[in-house]
């Protein structure tokens, strides 16, 4: 929601099914807040599985910019998810761009997510002097993923 009010436009905010409720609460408590924004509305929504095929083919067009937060907790989902941002994301010479913020939560996970990560995306690390003191935290990084050419 906070790229929205910071003027991005075409946002759409996924999750799985038990969470997506909260998600939808979220929207409407906070609706408000958009109309000031370009768009005057809030962002889209809708429920996303990352091994789910169809809901990956169904969000069109590829997005500019994917935002992920502590998305790496399960070894079983950290292939789905890279398969997930890579169907998702344009192309690196059309400007796409994952931004992801990465704490480490599973060993085993964080080992599968990053070997098939750097198979299909060039990966740099954003310097934790360039990340808002504010919010910079020693156990958390932010990453920039963007598909290999």
Known sequence: MGLSLLGLHDILLTDIAPVFPALKHNLKRNRHLFTNTPNKKPPRHAQLYWNNKEHIAAVRPRFDIVV??????????????????????????????????????????DKVFWEKCVERFDVEKVPKENLDQDYRYEESDVFLLRKNS
């Open 68 to 109: 992920a937060a502590d998305v790496v907790y399960m070894e079983d989902s950290a292939l789905w998810l890279v398969d997930a941002m890579e169907g998702l994301v344009k192309e690196k010479d059309e400007g796409g761009v994952i931004v992801l913020g990465y704490q480490i939560r599973s060993v085993d996970a």
